[in-house]
């Protein structure tokens, strides 16, 4: 019997977080200690692999969608914290194209670099611009595979008009990765 | 207010047609065309765009879960058709790594040649083999935009352990999109 549906949903800790968040996070690096600490509690609480991510307001810095990645406990390979945030920022906002929802341009902020479903993912979202904090060496060091990324990313993502920070508090990002590791948690790419 | 979750659905008219189905469709052929037939419906139906994706056994045949173009209906930018159809056969087989999850390896029709998303989504997935239709050509002749494909897409599939077949039956898979173009519908790329 086939399936008709899937659901993902955010951990019930992250639903509590968000109700004490401010509407509005101004800087950049406040918003990118946002999704690295949605990737330390994702981990602390067992709810999935260590990636955090937030759509939010590129001018107002509101908070628009929360997401972690919940590929283990909702057992759905692309439920990557990114793809949970942009597909949240879609539901709230009414449109799968996010470039035509709010008066202002909207950014994807995550915890570590895209993967290349992520990347791939992130022009159709129709974000204007990604800032990113652990780099693709860091994920790899601490054994989580990035696939086929383009090495020409950043170029990928210029000409469609989204502009790429890297490296935002890269070392607080990385350090959720190294104690996801030492923890002996499942380092999960097939 | 954040949303805390988000839910991809079958059209009716899927579900439908998925209890009528035998168990298994041992030819390729037999399988693709039944991708072509989720493309063809869809757009008939108006519940998505012209694009259908199948999981099945390398082996038997059988038909383990159907996916459809869900992006305009559920607002939801990576509801490719291969996206949900891989999420849905997660689902079902109650894992993220379909290459765990039965004794025989499972492979991924789909009527049209995956964008870079669908690309980079496919080694998460746990497929061990991938059959496309329609062509890279045929989709972006018809106005739709397969996004940052690298290239050499059959060698990054290859590399893991991923057997890929191009444009089988890819002149019905093509039909099917010139018919969506020649209607009128929105090509939805931002």
Request: hydrophobic share 40%; with cysteine.
């Amino acid at each position: 019997m086939i399936r008709h549906s899937f659901e993902i949903t955010l951990p019930q800790w992250c639903i509590d977080m968000a109700a004490s968040l401010p509407d509005a996070l101004t800087a950049t690096e406040d918003r990118m200690a946002l999704a690295i600490e949605l990737s330390r509690q994702n981990v602390e609480n067992e709810t999935g692999g260590p990636f955090g991510a937030v759509v939010a307001g590129m001018e107002s810095g509101k908070i628009i969608a929360l997401g972690v990645n919940r590929v283990e406990p909702e057992t759905c390979s692309s439920a990557h914290a990114e793809i949970v945030a942009l597909s949240l920022a879609q539901q709230r906002l009414g449109t799968w194209n996010l470039a035509e929802a709010v008066p202002e341009p909207l950014e994807l902020v995550t915890s570590c670099e895209p993967c290349a479903m992520c990347l791939g993912a992130i022009p159709w979202s129709g974000v204007r611009r990604v800032i990113c904090g652990a780099t693709k060496q860091h994920a790899e060091e601490t054994g989580f595979d990035e696939g086929a990324r383009d090495p020409a990313w950043r170029e990928i993502l210029n000409r469609r008009g989204i502009e790429l920070q890297t490296a935002v508090l890269h070392e607080q990002a990385a350090e959720v990765l190294r104690r996801y590791r030492a923890s002996g948690a499942r380092i999960y790419n097939p």
